[in-house]
């Protein structure tokens, strides 16, 4: 949620701000409705020192033995105003509450102006895309072709956008899964740090691991803005009133709801493995075949909670945390940054890194790292309080994916493919593949039947 003094202080800018991610809000009808709040508190909190004063006077009356009948009558007339005042007021804070919900993050002065995803920035690339003497087959052909992937049954079982990893398939999502979370756990904070790189000593310190719930109450969601805004992206358990994590950054993120940290503990880092369920239903005919967008899908997510001095600094951080993953499997990726109008609601800056697919000679995303100040926080009511004067106030929260398992698996599918069908292990997996070093079609493990 917005900082609602930096809104009214400056509400030109904010609208600016907003025009530049292509958004036109009223920002006539949000002020005059923040107006119609204010004044119905100081109406109902007048009334309620009415009354009050009232009540004195019926005591003091009450002590002489005089009679009190006609300010009793007003009593009841104020109280009955109070409650009118009072649905008044609360039917004002709803409305208010719903208007600034659905109000995005106001891009950070860094993010390139655009107007959707055409214009976003390319900021550097890794590695070179590999040169095939043939037509590379696209990975739902090869994973199928081995006989470890699987869309029919998964269909039979579950419908459109599912999938089945089996044998080989199965351990190779298993092994990235776990290199993953070994990789960004591990602890480097006895290696040197070189001079002027002070973030560098906040990147070394290790991840700690999280295994966290995949359903959460709508107050989770509300905290990280996936609630209200993208109600129809979740799926839903209406008994309990609980919804299926869109991602891990939900539940880590509300790790410290409604806490105070100490400074000094900062920067805290969470890595979590989890499945993610989304409804996709803003990508209808998208990515309709193989693992890119599917209703469930697993990751590795990334969790910073800064202080809001070196969040920008850990943005970086956190970003290269991520590519680095692609470079030990030798995946060739760029990062671009997201331009205004192609920003995420909850985003003051996204950077996206994108990993070759031969078969569609193009970057696909694999990871979304951004930076969401204080807008989650505000939310969830995460704050710290300074060592210096111990005031408190919010942090900044960060998070992104370390990576999204499919997608990686489909890149190394594509990426590692073999004219004869075959499948090439990265080296930094054969020790978590048990030696295995290709897959090959022939000794693929299939189902039967």
Wanted: charged fraction near 30%; charge should be negative.
């Amino acid at each position: 949620m917005l900082d609602r003094n930096r809104i009214l202080k400056d509400p030109k800018a904010a609208e600016k701000a907003f025009l530049s991610r292509g958004l036109s809000i009223d920002m006539e009808g949000l002020l005059s409705l923040d107006s119609e709040w204010f004044e119905s508190i100081r109406s109902w909190e007048s009334l309620r020192e009415r009354r009050n004063a009232l009540s004195s006077e019926i005591g003091l009356l009450k002590r002489k033995k005089e009679p009190t009948g006609e300010i009793e009558e007003e009593v009841r007339k104020v109280n009955a105003q109070i409650e009118q005042a009072d649905e008044r007021r609360r039917d004002l804070d709803r409305r208010r509450e719903e208007m600034w919900l659905l109000l995005p993050n106001l891009p950070h002065d860094t993010v390139p102006l655009g107007k959707d995803e055409t214009e976003n920035p390319e900021v550097r690339r890794w590695g070179v895309p590999s040169i095939f003497s043939y037509s590379p087959k696209p990975h739902w052909e090869i994973g199928t072709n081995l006989g470890i992937l699987d869309f029919d049954r998964a269909s039979k079982i579950s419908g459109a956008r599912f999938s089945i990893l089996s044998g080989k398939g199965a351990r190779l999502e298993r092994a990235l899964i776990s290199f993953m979370l070994d990789h960004h756990t591990r602890d480097r904070s006895s290696e040197p740090v070189p001079d002027g790189e002070a973030s560098e000593r906040d990147r070394r310190k290790p991840y700690q691991e999280l295994s966290v719930p995949y359903m959460v109450l709508p107050e989770s969601l509300q905290a990280t803005g996936q609630l209200p805004k993208f109600r129809e992206e979740l799926f839903y358990v209406p008994a309990d009133d609980l919804y299926l994590i869109p991602t891990a950054e939900v539940p880590v993120t509300n790790f410290y709801r409604g806490e105070i940290l100490d400074e000094q503990h900062l920067p805290v880092k969470f890595a979590a493995y989890t499945a993610c369920f989304r409804r996709e239903a803003g990508a209808a005919g998208k990515d309709t075949r193989g693992l890119i967008r599917q209703h469930q899908f697993d990751k590795v997510e990334l969790v910073w909670i800064s202080t809001p001095e070196k969040s920008w600094e850990h943005h970086e951080c956190l970003t290269n945390d991520a590519a680095e993953i692609l470079e030990k499997l030798g995946l060739p990726y760029r990062v671009i940054s997201l331009c205004t109008g192609d920003l995420g609601f909850s985003s003051a800056k996204t950077y996206d890194i994108e990993v070759w697919f031969p078969s569609q000679e193009r970057y696909r995303e694999i990871s979304s790292c951004s930076n969401f100040e204080d807008f989650q926080a505000r939310r969830a009511q995460i704050r710290f309080r300074r060592s210096s004067d111990r005031k408190v106030q919010l942090v900044h929260t960060l998070n992104g994916s370390g990576l999204a398992i499919g997608r990686t698996l489909a890149a190394i599918f594509e990426n590692f493919q073999t004219e004869e069908g075959g499948v090439r292990i990265p080296d930094v997996l054969v020790p978590y593949m048990g030696g295995v070093t290709l897959l090959e079609p022939d000794k693929a493990d299939r189902s039967p039947g």
